[in-house]
Nanobody, 127 residues
Framework: QVQLVESGGGLVQAGGSLRLSCAASGRTFTTYTMAWFRQAPGKEREFLAF????????FYADSVKGRFTISRDSAKNTVYLQMNSLKPEDTAVYYC????????????????????WGQGTQVTVSS
């Protein structure tokens, strides 16, 4: 089992930045594919970014490309999401997810491909 705990959410003005963290515990974290999703009220869970086990393979949704950066520190068993130039439409609950499988890009954007989820952290962007 893998336990994921997100932190770093909060209230920020439009144009501001936040860095989310996802601390993993349990089984070997270094070989897991990690991802960030978000879910706004009344909407489906939306893929944002994923990172492969080596950290060298990343992919972003068009909605966040150029503004968000995913990274991982295997020594700390932590994955990060640096969010810049935040917009009110970025307001949502943000979740990290993990799977022991190595996923092709087309599959890595699907929430059902992930086996473990954190509890979520709220991000609110005011205009």
């Amino acid at each position: 089992q893998v336990q994921l705990v997100e932190s770093g959410g909060g209230l920020v003005q439009a144009g501001g930045s936040l860095r989310l963290s996802c601390a993993a515990s349990g089984r070997t974290f270094t070989t897991y594919t990690m991802a960030w999703f978000r879910q706004a009220p009344g909407k489906e869970r939306e893929f944002l970014a994923f990172i492969g086990w080596s950290g060298g393979n990343t992919f972003y949704a068009d909605s966040v490309k150029g503004r968000f950066t995913i990274s991982r520190d295997s020594a700390k068993n932590t994955v990060y999401l640096q969010m810049n130039s935040l917009k009110p439409e970025d307001t949502a609950v943000y979740y990290c997810a993990a799977t022991a499988r190595s996923l092709a890009t087309a599959l890595a954007t699907k929430p059902e491909r992930y086996d473990y989820w954190g509890q979520g952290t709220q991000v609110t962007v005011s205009s």
